[in-house]
């Protein structure tokens, strides 16, 4: 056996930020010098973020990328990490310029780099691209076909990419024929509701298949919609859990790994091998350090709890605000405060994620706000310390009004409009971000006001159905004093017991409430996430046990909204099926479930 | 030799509509059988409409449109067409539910049917799966492996779909090796600009390879951002062009073809071949009727020159905003008239589009509007009989600026959304769809407001730069009097001349001009057309012959404006590159070209 002290650098970077992703790579590469690592291993595509989307088919930001990681190498060297390997994700391309019909512009690769000594020693891309739900990598990846296997302290490494491990043969099956000594994944994995877990078992199902120990890496951050939660892990040849990282926050996993010797007789050089999945892979062999160090004393284990759902929910939802304000360079945000519990929410979201002195909430009093909406507001303002502004629209509907004859929804929708026009134009003012405060329930269903409630920057709880929101409020309240990186520390429950319990209403009429236009959201929510998140057909509905008149109302609703999801801003993605990237469907539905 | 009378049927279907897409096949196959046609072909994707996009994925929908098929056979039969083989394009799936990781759910296929007798003959798929530009097919659909060989009137025809011509080997390769005497392409080839050539030089070089005659449906109509123009046409098998429709209305072309008669040896059953794309595909021989026809007289032979330019670009957005204005549901539209060339283009197009009676202009003017504005927008109404009215803007402003104190781009952009409101109003009140009038260059640089003046429904010349919505305004007025099939017939010059010559303005803060904010457009629109539809890095403009400075000023327009591009709703598409579907980039740019 050798000993192996690997680190696991569960980092945040930005997409296109070469530079400052670059800057993250040294600074962790040190931490992991700092704390005597062998090895230092980023996520999936490190150096140009994740996900790349159609940036990956610009030519001049492919080069931008490979330019970049030669000059990192170069500078980790210059800066004396040039000792330390540093394995890490970047954008490449096929070498030679071959234009196939149906292949991706310019042949881009989901790549992996090896950096040791001022050069880039092996280059290896994803063989497995996944091309479901968020994913379209077909439409910008080609596959790999390499197999990089790297002699470290006498430990055969082999490295590979994230949906590598989620697929039948390929890279796995591969590792297994190399009878390398650990199977290192670099990975870029979104967050998903209850996701962790099932990484877990499939990171032990791989390091069985793979015969050896099995390291995973994984990016944290918001990235536009996506939040990735980290959950870095190792497991040992038999599917044991060794060490975890915990999850949506930086974290550098140091573990010190006792892993088998590797055979002297497997030489460096390229071995072509049957993939069984109908390709082969060359098996890429490098020795760096051929010998095991003398014995040295391990550290003690980092093993983080996975946190509960509400907690993990509500910690995704702070982290993709938080990142999409500062990745897209604002410092503030405004947003409406009305009283009811979905903008109560947002505004708790948001000083969490940025301080509540960077928060601006407006109070928009209409003729129809109760003096309880007004009043709840006013003590969430308070309890929290947010900016708070009140700024009555009653004289703004009545020069509308004067010009125009309107009825029923029509007059409802101007109500929500001009409100959005004031936080819109303060928005424009004074450089804030609009936060926008509709739900998943709202969004599936189309109850919002297009360029009304529904206009902003970024929808902290756009997929997150209301029963949750009620649930994250509670929770969230639970959590006074509790000192967590993804809380501000309020000493006391930021939300008030009136928000919560109140019944929901739009307070767009005279004694509106919710219930008049939609199911009760205890009927609503089921059918909502069993339709829209796993794509029940309406006999599927029915069968499941669902109301048939319920389902059909439902269905109506939703295949109805489709236009106006549409154009809502993005928000942090929490579950396997949401609108937009994921759910693309036609914009005319002539067809409808019945 | 034998003789053959094929009729295409380009028509046009919508979208999810199974019914409606039906009732069309049976009614053009009538046709086809009275113009005594021994074969009719319909496009691809007939009957469940394209593009389907991720509705492909849902299993009632599949399930749904494979027993429309099946009733469409029976029905064909029981209205007396059962005798008339029909090709037709369908939803299908793999037999097999076989689930496999990275597949698209359910095994959704691009799939071709023969009906006859009451019956399905054979099925099969696309083999070429597009997967750049707007098509995303790897992630909807998996690849057919089949060729169908049916004989009709003694001789074999082969049918591939759409993609199928564009690759090398597969399906054309096999129609070679099968020795079939006509080879019927069934095709959803949406629009674009000098598209028509490519298309035709294309059929040309497949029927070379094929050695046979090729015949091209193709699809007509607006379906949400696409426009297919129809130009069906029949090649010999030297690539001789025989028959060509007109473009962008439904037409059956039928012609009459002196084909070789089919080897008789060559009987029904099944032979698999190798494809000479690493994959094998099957030939799959039918015999309707066995022997040809007796000798009969031909008919003339329709032939269509294709449009001009600006004639075929005019076309497409006409027919793209009438067929989503009725495939929406919709019946009329609203749109602010400025007095601009925007808004005055959109407003003719919608004229030609739906009838001017249909046309709701809202002349909104406020205390920066000029005389001329006004005047001319009035003009322009009166000219055309669009139902034109004027809400003026001053009061809702004032009654704004009551309770905010705004400056600059804020009380500029607080014009343009209080202009929206007013327009969405009118939608919600009186149920028509919103047209906004946002061009290309504009959209490009981000020069307009978000919820402003580029809210609406749909964006009929969002994909027309600067330059050519004039040429487009000139040419308009030079159709006066003139009777096509897009044209409203007006008999004297839609547009004012004042409309076309004035230098452009947004008219929110006094003598503001367009060239305060944005290069001139002549300078702007070629650096676009680079930057945007070619996707060239500074370098690359640069080296083109762009002036530097110009180029960086672009390249920093259009990258800070990617968000604002998102938000934008739905518009004819006319060129390679667009917003959205097909230029997909990250919504956080912190790369940005230098």
């Given at each position: 056996m050798a000993q192996l002290r690997i680190a696991l650098a569960q980092v945040n970077p930005t997409v296109g930020d070469l530079d400052g992703n670059a800057d993250l790579i040294v600074e962790w590469t040190r931490r992991a010098a700092d704390a005597g690592a062998h090895l230092v291993a980023f996520p999936?595509?490190?150096?140009?973020?994740?996900?790349?989307e159609d940036l990956a088919l610009r030519a001049s930001f492919v080069e931008a990328c490979r330019r970049a990681l030669d000059r990192l190498a170069r500078r980790l060297a210059d800066e004396g990490l040039g000792d330390l390997p540093v394995v890490t994700g970047y954008l490449d391309r096929r070498p030679v310029g071959l234009v196939r019909s149906g292949?991706?512009?310019?042949?881009?690769l989901d790549a992996a780099a090896w950096l040791h000594g001022g050069e880039v020693l092996v280059r290896s891309a994803k063989h497995h691209l996944p091309n479901y739900g968020v994913f379209d990598e077909y439409r910008i990846f080609v596959r790999g076909d390499r197999l990089p296997v790297v002699r470290v302290n006498g430990v055969d490494v082999a490295t590979v990419i994230c949906e590598d491990l989620w697929q039948d043969g390929g890279p796995v099956s591969v590792t297994s024929a190399s009878r390398a000594g650990l199977l290192l994944s670099i990975n870029a994995s979104p967050y998903e509701r209850n996701k962790d877990d099932v990484r877990l078992d499939l990171c032990a199902e791989r390091a069985r298949e793979a015969g050896c120990a099995l390291a995973y890496v994984n990016m944290v951050g918001g990235q536009d919609e996506l939040v990735f939660d980290g959950d870095s892990l190792i497991v040992g040849p038999d599917g044991t859990a060794l060490a975890r990282a915990p999850q949506f926050v930086e974290h550098l996993l140091v573990a010190d790994l006792a892993l088998p010797a590797a055979d002297?007789?497997?030489?460096p050089g390229r071995v072509p091998v049957d993939a069984l999945d109908g390709t082969t892979i060359t098996i890429d062999r490098h020795v760096l350090t051929p010998d095991p160090p003398p014995a040295y004393p391990v550290l003690p284990q980092t093993f983080a709890e996975p946190m509960d759902d509400l907690a993990e929910i509500y910690a995704a939802l702070v982290l993709g605000t938080r990142d999409y304000v500062r990745k897209n360079g604002f410092r503030s945000v405004v947003l409406g405060l009305s009283g009811g519990i979905d903008s109560a929410l947002v505004a708790t979201i948001a000083s969490d994620a940025i301080g509540p002195e960077n928060v601006h909430a407006i109070l928009l009093p209409s003729r129809y706000s109760s003096e309880g909406s007004v009043v709840d507001a006013e003590d969430l303002a308070k309890r929290q310390g947010v900016n708070a502004r009140v700024v009555p629209i009653a004289g703004m509907v009545e020069a509308f009004e004067r010009q125009l004859d309107l009825h029923g929804l029509a007059a409802e929708n101007l109500q929500a409009r001009i409100r959005a026009n004031v936080w819109m134009a303060l928005s424009n003012e004074h450089g804030h971000l609009v936060l926008t405060g509709g739900n998943k329930s709202e969004l599936a269903t189309g109850y919002s006001t297009l360029y009304g409630d529904?206009?902003?920057?970024?929808?902290?709880?756009?997929?997150?159905?209301k029963l949750t929101v009620w649930d994250l409020a509670r929770w969230r309240n639970t959590q006074a004093g509790v000192d967590l990186p993804f809380l501000h520390p309020f000493l006391h429950e930021p939300i008030p017991e009136a928000i919560i319990t109140k019944e929901p209403s739009?307070?767009?009429?005279?004694?509106?409430?919710d219930r008049d236009s939609l199911p009760e959201y205890t009927e609503l929510d089921p059918v909502l996430a069993d339709y829209v998140?796993?794509?029940?057909?309406r006999e599927a509905l029915v069968a499941a046990g669902h109301d048939a008149g319920l389902v059909d109302r439902v269905i109506r609703l939703v295949d109805m909204a489709e236009y106006k999801r549409r154009q809502y801003p993005p928000g942090p993605k929490i579950t396997p099926k949401n609108f937009g990237r994921d759910r693309r469907l036609p914009i005319t539905n002539a067809w409808r479930e019945k």
């Open positions: 999936e595509m490190m150096l140009a973020g994740y996900p790349v292949q991706p512009a310019g042949a881009p002297p007789s497997a030489e529904s206009a902003g920057g970024f929808a902290p709880i756009k997929d997150v159905f739009a307070e767009l009429r005279p004694d509106q409430r998140e796993r794509d029940m057909g």
